[in-house]
């Protein structure tokens, strides 16, 4: 069942076939993009559903989030009739996804180098923790790579390092994977010099951490300097914080340039900072940061939040709202710009959902179909396969 109006536009992997061997978020991610473009994404699940399905906590939202536009097919791929089912359907693929544990897809004749020998065109895809090297046997979690790859560090204050509030190494290494299948489908396929040949695609958690701290790394590099903790650092601008307004709410606000410093004090009516010599430059005003940020604050706390934001914004000054979540369902901008969409899940009911944050031709890739109840599919699957056999 269809939850949102299908656009008469054809999506740019139509005709693209991927298998996904995937759970959890990274190795699924990649699979939503891609089905999110119009690829056909099947995913083979364990007799009962995948786990993830079930999950409870803050993992009680992964399957619905990563997994739409999908199609469910059940196999028992550890019996000797679902791994030939399942050989037979990666045969008629375009794209393989897996992140199970290192050995596991070796042991079931599923790893690339067998795959590769009897399907050449193959792209296969491992969502890993770590790319080839002296960690690679370790088991990651997006909590373990974020302690290794030197987010926590940033993210928290000295002494307390904090992992980020989402998974963000699984779901950048899913679109990772997911920028290398569309690479690998261009160099198989290129009109002119495509190899007609598939290769292997390796995503990994640790790399992709190292990827988001790779400014800091380089401030190091450059400055001989460890960077310091966000909560500690010592920031470009004068005036980029967090400040707390009347009864309680909170802004972030900043001033990155001079004239938005002068913009700042004609809004907060300080025409004793604006005009202060001591504070003409930001190189000045950093250099008494904290002063200036505690006078800034007496002004801040007389302030109500839905009033000064109104004059930020006919400043044309950078600030946000300190927003939750859940918050989001009915923040104005997502919703005009068409970042939630319908969904009918796999139980019956209606959700939103958060879409791909792109358009493409002025269209938001969005949801064509219900997500997939344990096995829903297998019959349509099966029944083509069985229909190819016979052909053959």
Same mark, same amino acid.
């Given at each position: !069942? ?24 990274? /190795? ?6 891609? +089905? ?8 083979? *699940? ?15 939202? &992964? ?24 050989? $037979? ?40 923790? &770590? ?18 790859? /030197? ?13 980020? /509030? ?8 899913? !679109? ?23 290769? %292997? ?12 701290? +790779? ?9 001989? *300097?460890?960077?310091?903790?966000? #909560? ?14 009347? %009864?309680?709410?909170?802004? &972030? ?7 938005? &410093? ?28 904290? $002063? ?5 604050? $007496? ?25 939750? #979540?859940? *918050? ?13 969409? #319908? ?32 096995? $829903? ?16």
């Amino acid at each position: !069942m269809n939850t949102a109006p299908s656009s008469p536009r054809r999506l740019p992997l139509e005709g693209v076939r991927v298998i996904e061997f995937t759970h959890m978020v990274m /190795g699924p991610t990649c699979g939503m993009v891609l +089905a999110d473009l119009g690829a056909e994404v099947i995913k083979i *699940e364990p007799p009962g559903g995948d786990k993830t399905r079930s999950l409870p906590g803050l993992g009680i939202g &992964f399957f619905r989030s990563f997994n739409r536009n999908k199609k469910s097919v059940v196999l028992d791929i550890q019996t000797p009739e679902g791994l030939a089912t399942a050989k $037979e359907l990666i045969a008629q693929s375009d794209v393989m996804l897996e992140n199970f544990r290192p050995g596991l897809m070796a042991r079931l004749g599923l790893d690339h180098a067998t795959l590769s020998a009897q399907c050449p065109r193959l792209i296969y895809v491992s969502h890993k923790g &770590f790319l080839p090297g002296p960690y690679e046997h370790r088991t990651a979690l997006d909590e373990v790579v974020q302690m290794m790859g /030197g987010l926590s560090y940033m993210t928290g204050p000295e002494g307390r390092p904090l992992r980020a /509030g989402t998974s963000v190494n699984d779901i950048m290494g899913g !679109m990772f994977g997911a920028i290398g299948v569309l690479a690998a489908l261009r160099e198989r396929d290129h009109p002119t010099h495509g190899t007609g040949r598939g290769q %292997e695609i390796q995503s990994a958690l640790f790399e992709n951490c190292a990827f988001l701290s +790779a400014q800091h790394v380089q401030q190091f590099l450059m400055t001989g *300097e460890p960077a310091p903790p966000m #909560p500690s650092r010592v920031s470009a601008w004068s005036v980029y914080d967090v400040f707390t307004l009347a %009864e309680g709410e909170q802004l &972030f606000v900043a001033a990155t340039s001079d004239k938005q &410093f002068q913009t700042l004090c004609q809004v907060l009516d300080r025409p004793d900072l604006a005009a202060d010599p001591a504070l003409a430059s930001n190189a000045q005003r950093v250099a008494v940061r904290p $002063e200036l940020l505690k006078r800034l604050g $007496e002004t801040m706390a007389l302030q109500r939040k839905a009033a000064l934001s109104a004059r930020l914004e006919a400043a044309g000054l950078p600030y946000a709202p300190i927003t939750r #979540p859940d *918050e989001l369902v009915n923040d104005p901008h997502l919703l005009a710009s068409g970042g939630l969409a #319908p969904m009918t899940t796999d139980d019956g009911d209606t959700t939103q959902v958060v879409l791909l944050p792109l358009l493409m031709d002025g269209h938001r890739p969005g949801v064509r179909s219900a997500l997939p109840r344990v096995g $829903e599919h297998t019959d349509e699957v099966l029944a083509r396969l069985h229909a190819s056999r016979t052909a053959a």
